[in-house]
Nanobody, 120 residues
């Protein structure tokens, strides 16, 4: 079992940067694909980025590609989301999630979320 806990959210001006961290307890972290989701007010939750268990594969939503970077440190049971060139439309609650597989399948473990607010 993997229990994610997010940190690093906050308020930033448009064009700025933030780095989110997610530390996940549990022995299976290094075998788990991890993802960052986000949910803006009035909108559905969307997958922003995903990284495979070995970090050999990544996925980005079109809206964040080229601006966000996902990475992980399996020795620290931590996954990161570096967010650059932030826009007001990036304002959302960001959730870290984990799978039971190295890449495919469903997300089964979820963090509580961290608020990111980008001011114009």
């Amino acid at each position: 079992q993997v229990q994610p806990v997010e940190s690093g959210g906050g308020l930033v001006q448009a064009g700025g940067s933030l780095r989110l961290s997610c530390t996940a307890s549990g022995r299976t972290f290094s075998n788990s694909a991890m993802g960052w989701f986000r949910q803006a007010p009035g909108k559905e939750r969307e997958l922003a980025a995903q990284i495979s268990s070995s970090a050999s594969s990544t996925y980005y939503a079109g809206s964040v590609k080229g601006r966000f970077a996902i990475s992980r440190d399996n020795a620290k049971n931590t996954v990161y989301l570096q967010m650059n060139s932030l826009k007001p439309e990036d304002t959302a609650v960001y959730y870290c999630a984990a799978k039971n597989t190295p890449w495919g399948g469903e997300y089964v473990y979820w963090g509580q979320g961290t608020q990111v607010t980008v001011s114009s």
